[in-house]
Structure formats: C-alpha cells, structure tokens
C-alpha cells in the first residue's frame, strides 16, 4: 500500500510540496520542495485504502470525519496545490477510472421529480438557517457576486450582480416577474424595490420562504412581491420577464427540455429571460461524488452543448450569452473567510463535523472555479430576434439607471 499511494502522490504533485504521514508515523513526499510545506496525516489504515481507490469522494469524507487532518497550511492550500498539478482536479490511476465511468453513466441520473426535487433542496437549504447568516452578505445572495473591481467588497459585488442582472431584463416599471427559485428574496426585492416590478418568486425551501415573506414585509413590499412554495412546473401564467438565478444546477440533466419549455410557455411573446447558472468550460462531466452526496443532490453541471440544444428544440431565442470565469472564486473566497472568522459560531449551532463539511464544501469549490474548469453563465433568452436592442451597450446604459435609482432608496453599498 505505501508503494501505491507514493506512485498516486509523484503523480498528484510535480511542483509544490506534500507530505503524506502514515498512522504508524512513516512520511512519504512528493514535489519539487516548492511552496508551503503541506503535511497530510491519515489517522488510521483504511483511510489510505479509500484515498487511493476512490480519491474524489475520500477526501471530502476523511476531512469531514477528522481522519485526515492537515498541518503547515489549509484544506484550500492542499487542494489548490492538486489544482495547480492536475488537469481539472481529476486525479491519476483509479480516480481516473472512476471519473471516466462517472462521466459514460452517471451523469445520466434520474429526473428530479417534484418530490425528489423538494427532498434536495430541504438537504441542503432547511439548515439552521443562522449558518447562512455567518457568511453570506447582508441580502443573504447565495450565487455568484459580480465584482467590478478588484477588491470589492462582497456586498458590493452582490448588489452589482443584482444590478447586471436587471439590467439584462431591462424591466419596465409595473412589469411582471417571474423569479424561478427565488432563495431568501433579495433578487425578486430588488426587481420590486429598484426596478418597479410585480415579481412572483418561487421557492422549495419552507425555510427560506419565512425569511423572503418577512423581509417584504419589513421593507413595504408585499404588494409588490408575492413569494410561493410551488414548484417551477406547476406554474400557468404569463409573465413580461423571466428570471432564474442559481437554480438551474438542480433541474437534472434529463429535464431541461422541461424546464425550458415552462420557459417558454410562460413568458410573453415580447418577453426576456435571464438564466444565471453554474457551468463547465470543458465539456460534459458528471457531478464530484462528494458534492452529490453531501451538499448538493440531484444536482448537475452542465456544458453549454448541453444546454443549448433544449434551448432550441423548445423554440427560444439565444439572444446574449456571458461567462463569468473567476467571479464565483472570488465569491467563495470571500464565504469561506467569513465562514472561518465565525466557525466557533457554526459550531455552537450544530457541530465540529459539520463544520469541517462546509470549510471542505466552500475550499473545494472555490479550487474547482480556479482550477477544475467550472464557471458560470447568464443566457439570455427570448421568444423573437427584436425582443432587445442590437448593441449590447443597453446594458451599462440600464446599470448607470439602475445604479442612480439604488441611490435613491440608499442601498449603495461603497465598494472597499
């Protein structure tokens, strides 16, 4: 067994430096000495076993569980020296058997029914609600910030990206909005509050549905906001503008047909739609094993050549399309920060394990956007070719609107 796994660490790091402390004390090393002096320790035969067969979900599990611990730096400083050696995180040998089978099968994954879809979301979003509180910005945005300068403070680049995102739909006042997974309601206040909607805001989370329903109520915008525990499928109405930001991740691969057809039917003929989700530069893959486990079930990321073509099998039109490539690693950076500064707090709320999770959830996250070929999208969508103006300086004219009247009912936060 110590053959194997310092054959898996010579080829895991070529730059940099690991060590790798066996239960009996025996180290063994890999790299060219570079960098921070990473001390990896098992705490127990087996775990060597699973690490070596199975790397992508033992990692995550030996972390969590205290079986492995690491010293002369952070889980983040391990996983972005693998990043920095491994092509998209995908490790040699047995990991990258596994990965390839994950790929030919598992991301054919079942639909995520109505049932089973409410059943992921209570996983991971019906927590304690006060850990969300710990590391989140103000307005509780818990999908990639927008930062339009280097430095910018996370609330800053929360309220930017709400600001993008309006501007995309260019909203006319007493227009119809239709937020399809709508979280705590910061989006859908926002498009109230700003842009002079009537949004309708769809949610699964019971949770997050108390805390969207009180915030409009604190803030005067019941009648202009109306938040519903329904899901995206059930919906019959007709909308002006449609928008979905970090909820198409948990539609499951086999119901994007589905899920742009309610598109679709929903929205008006001259109407606009905005999705904003999490994707993949470098084709098809099936989701890390520990994330579908333990944080995100029913969950999956796709490459645009997946998404396109339900785009237009249902009859939208693909009218603007952007990247955002290191804005959720910034993001996640900063959650992760805020998450350490308090995690006496998380772990007073539920527990050490849990807390070792979500440092492991947000480093593996956040090296996956740096390192692993993740980034995100906006797609804009539309029913005809002139549903937006040719030239795509409307938006920075529509952010400059947006921005003056965000001054006006004080929610410019100054960038740090």
């Known amino acids: 067994m110590k053959r194997a796994l310092q054959s898996l660490l010579n080829r895991c790091v070529q730059t940099g430096s690991l060590t790798l402390e066996l239960p009996g004390g025996e180290r063994l090393a890999a790299g060219d000495g570079s960098g921070l002096p990473l001390i990896v320790k098992l705490m127990d035969s087996r775990a060597g076993l699973e690490l070596f067969f199975n790397p992508q979900m033992a990692l995550g599990e030996l972390f969590t569980d205290g079986r492995l611990k690491i010293?002369?730096?952070?889980?983040?400083?391990?996983?972005?020296?693998?990043?920095?050696?491994?092509?998209?995180?995908?490790?040699?040998?047995?990991?990258?058997?596994?990965?390839?089978?994950?790929n030919t099968v598992g991301r054919w994954n079942l639909r995520n029914s109505r049932r089973r879809a409410r059943a992921n979301v209570h996983h991971h979003y019906d927590i304690d609600d006060r850990i969300y509180a710990l590391f989140l910005d103000s307005d509780r945005q818990y999908s990639c910030a927008y930062f339009e300068v280097p430095g910018q403070s996370l609330d800053?680049?929360?309220?930017?990206?709400?600001?993008?995102?309006?501007?995309?739909?260019?909203?006319?006042?007493?227009?119809?909005?239709?937020?399809?997974?709508?979280?705590?309601?910061?989006?859908?206040?926002?498009?109230?509050?700003?842009?002079?909607?009537?949004?309708?805001?769809?949610?699964?989370?019971?949770?997050?549905?108390?805390?969207?329903?009180?915030?409009?109520?604190?803030?005067?915008?019941?009648?202009?906001?109306?938040?519903?525990?329904?899901?995206?499928?059930?919906?019959?109405?007709?909308?002006?503008?449609?928008?979905?930001?970090?909820?198409?991740?948990?539609?499951?691969?086999?119901?994007?047909?589905?899920?742009?057809?309610?598109?679709?039917r929903n929205l008006k003929d001259d109407g606009v739609a905005l999705i904003h989700s999490i994707g993949r530069m470098d084709g098809r893959c099936a989701m890390n094993p520990w994330f579908a486990k333990y944080i995100f079930p029913g969950s999956y990321v796709p490459s645009l050549a997946e998404v396109l073509p339900a785009v237009e099998r249902v009859g939208l039109i693909v009218t603007d399309v952007e990247i955002l490539r290191l804005h959720y690693a910034d993001t996640l950076s900063a959650w992760r920060s805020r998450f350490l500064a308090r995690r006496e707090e998380a772990a007073a709320v539920l527990d050490e394990r849990f807390c070792r999770m979500w440092e492991f959830y947000l480093a593996a996250a956040e090296a996956g956007f740096r390192y692993g070929g993740l980034m995100v999208f906006q797609m804009q969508l539309a029913k005809t070719v002139d549903a937006v103006p040719r030239l795509r300086g409307y938006m920075s004219a529509e952010e400059e609107k947006l921005r003056s009247h965000e001054q006006d009912v004080h929610l410019t936060v100054a960038a740090e």
């Open 156 to 264: 800053a680049a929360q309220l930017a990206k709400k600001r993008h995102i309006a501007a995309k739909l260019l909203i006319k006042p007493e227009a119809k909005v239709l937020d399809i997974g709508s979280g705590w309601g910061g989006l859908a206040l926002y498009l109230a509050d700003i842009a002079g909607a009537h949004v309708t805001g769809l949610t699964l989370s019971p949770e997050q549905l108390k805390v969207a329903q009180r915030r409009a109520s604190e803030r005067g915008l019941s009648s202009h906001v109306e938040f519903r525990l329904e899901d995206y499928r059930a919906l019959s109405d007709s909308f002006d503008r449609i928008v979905s930001v970090g909820m198409f991740e948990h539609v499951g691969l086999k119901d994007y047909d589905t899920y742009f057809e309610v598109v679709r």
């Open 71 to 102: 010293s002369g730096g952070s889980i983040y400083d391990l996983l972005e020296l693998l990043g920095r050696n491994l092509h998209s995180l995908t490790p040699p040998q047995f990991g990258h058997v596994r990965s390839i089978l994950r």
